[in-house]
Every structure is written in C-alpha cells, then in structure tokens.
C-alpha cells in the first residue's frame, strides 16, 4: 500500500487508489461516450440544409461534472474503515433526522392544506403560477389515484393513463351529443372509467410482476390507438374542441349580465374563472384523499396492503384476490377518470396526444419517487417533478438531462422513495411508523 493510502487508513478511512482510479477512467470513458455524442454534436438549420455546430467546451463541462461527482461518491460515502462496512452516518445524526421528520410530517400536512387555501390571493400569485398550480394538483390527484393501485395494492400499472384518457373523452363526448354539463359528465366520467378497470382487471388476474406491467401497458396504448383511429366518434387526431366550461352551481364566467361578476357585485375578469378551476381540482384532490385514507382503514384497504405484501399468504388467509385486485383498479380508474374529466373541461380541447405512454411514466415516477403508499411523498413529488420542469425551462435542451440526473441522485439516495415509513392501518395502543427497511419492497407478489 503506498504512503498516500496508508495516512488514509490512519485518517479513519481506507482509500484503494488504483480501484478508484480505474473506476474514474470507466467513468470518463462511458461519460464521453454517452455525453460526447449527444451533446457535443448539434444540427442547426441553416439556409440550404442542416448545419453541423460543435459544442466540445459544453460536452466536456458535463463529463468532468460526471467524474467529479463520481469521485466524491468514493470520497463520502464509498470508502471504508479499516475492518469496517462503507462509512454511513452517525446514529446521533440519523437519529436526529428521524425526529425532525416526526416533527416536521405533523405539521406539514395541515401548513400545504393553509397555503393551498390562501395561495390564490396572495399578492405575489399571478396567472402563470395559478395555471402552473392547477397542473400540480391534477398530477397530485392522478398520483393519489395510482398509488391505490401500485402503493397499496402493489399492481404495477402502466397504463394508467389510459383511465384519465377515458375521464377526459366521457365528459367531451357526453357534451358534445346530449348537452350534459360539468357536473353530471363528472360522475359518469368517474363511472365509466371504473368500468373500464374492471374490464382491465380480469384478463390479468393471475399476471404477476413484469407480465402484468407489459399487459397494461398495452391496454393504455390500444385505448390511445382507438381514440386515434375512430375519426367519426373521437374526431382522430384533430381532437374534440369547444368543451364546455364549468360554471359556478349553474353561474357562467361571463361579461355579461347574470354572470358571476354581474350576481356578486365584482368587476369582471377572467382570472375569477382560473381561481374557480384551482378550488375545483383541489376540492377533488381532497376528496381523493379522504376517501383513500378512509379506504386504508376499512377491510378492503388492509387487504390491498396483504397483496402487496405477500399474495400467496393473503390467498392463505382466505381473502378473495380477484375482488381484492379488480377494486383496486377500479377504484384507482374512477379517480383517474375524475381528473381526466377536469383536463377536458379547463383545456376545452382534447386529442390523443395528450393521453400518451409519457404520461402514464410520468404519473408512475411520481408515485415511487414520493414513496408507494405515502400520500405526502405524492405531493412532495409531483411538485419537484412538475415544478421542475418549469424551473429548468431556461435550459432548453439541457432541462431533461439535468431533471433525469436529479431523478436518478434522487433514487440513490433515496431507494424507496422520498416518503420510505409506513404508518400500519391497525396498531395496538400507539400508531408508529415502521421504516421501510422492516417491510417488504411491495411489488404484489
């Protein structure tokens, strides 16, 4: 071992430099492969065709980013002690983060419900943070809704898009040929796209694992396929325009007299309708959520968590797999199908493109990155995945490379999500929260 080691190990650390040099070397090596080729090279459109421009300054940039951030991965958390495990944290540490989260989760809670209330009148809120809010809640509400599904009943859904698409061309449908309003399309949209889970759930009763995701999946994409070839029912690519809005218990958000300024004495403006459609989707994601949480508790929630768990043993127990998984999609499908219904009413358009594979994965990595099974960890997630895209709008085509790279940190620090403990639906005397490591991954099998 040479001198440099040596004081390493003598600093309480051992540091093998020639495995962290070759580690360093692989590194920069499938760095430059991967950065070399994509950022490196770009065409740009010129008169008379395609030009070439070179960016090597930029590639080189994020590849000694890459190698810097490997190394200091071997010098915090990789290296080891003489006769010891891969240096971790402090307990006294860990211990204190643990009761700060105990604390911290008590409040947090009730503190987002009070500024989502208040948020619309601050005086720093303006249309853009309304509608980018509005966004936020309806992936909260789409993310509460899959995590029935993938969190508590541990099917893993990839096609849960698929239901929102239905929500969403309920309600357009029903408009368009009967004149239904907002709220008699909102529970037959939810209605309708149950059914379709019960439809889903029975060819894949007995698929497990990678088997029932691949199914799914292609029960998203023939849904999606449909709505895209069915030209005289769906209208096909050119979408379904002229949605009718919501209104105010029968109250249009209109200029003119009998309108919703004109009845409470306001000046008109149209922020007043923006402010209505943020209370709607919040008053439904609460919903989603008092009505999950009640769920957990009732008999049927405590056999979705046995499926996820372990689904021999809960068959041992003498529960009902079939019932068990099909209210599970079914339940999760109606609260997909409310959502898709407030999509199509606050864009007023909708076509296939918005119902793609992208956002059934986008809707999915919210659920495990917030944690399955945790309904904070949902929201927390969907507003550093959806607020980050905005947040790095200003780095063009950099912004999924570093949003991808923040994932992937994310999900190495963080494996079972940002929320990893479990609070158990029935306790004895005192309601503790179990860490992830005593439980089972969830993966319905």
Known sequence: MTDTANSASRAGRHFDIPKIAKDLVVTALIATAIFGSTIAFRTVSASGGLTLELRFAEAFYVIAAVVVGRLLLWVFFWSKAPGQAAVSMPAGLKQGFRAFGAKFGKVFGPAMLLLALVFPFLPTTDRY????????????????????????????????????????????LLAQYFGFSFWMCLPLAGILAAFWGIILGFPVLRLRGDYLAIVTLAFGEIIRVVL???????????????????????????????????LFGLDYSSIHRIIFMYFLILALALITNFVTNRLRRLPIGRAWEALREDEIACRSLGLNTTSVKLTAFAIGGMFAGFAGSFFATRQGFISP????????????AIVVLGGMGSQVGVVIASIVMIGGFEVFREAEQYRMLIFGLAMVVIMIWRPRGLISTRIPSIFLKERKAVSADMVAQGEGH
């Open 129 to 172: 943070l309304l509608d980018l809010s509005i966004l936020i809640l309806t992936y909260i509400m789409l993310g509460w809704g899959l995590n029935i599904v993938v969190g508590l009943a541990g099917l893993l859904d990839l096609g849960y898009v698929a239901f929102y698409a239905i929500g969403a061309y309920s309600y357009a």
């Open 228 to 262: 895209l070839n069915w030209y005289q029912f769906t209208g096909g690519p050119d979408g379904l325009s002229g949605i009718p809005r919501p209104s105010f218990f029968g109250i249009p958000f209109t200029r003119n007299e009998g309108g919703f300024a004109d």
């Open 353 to 364: 493109e918005s119902f793609t594979f992208i956002e059934s994965a986008l809707i999915l």
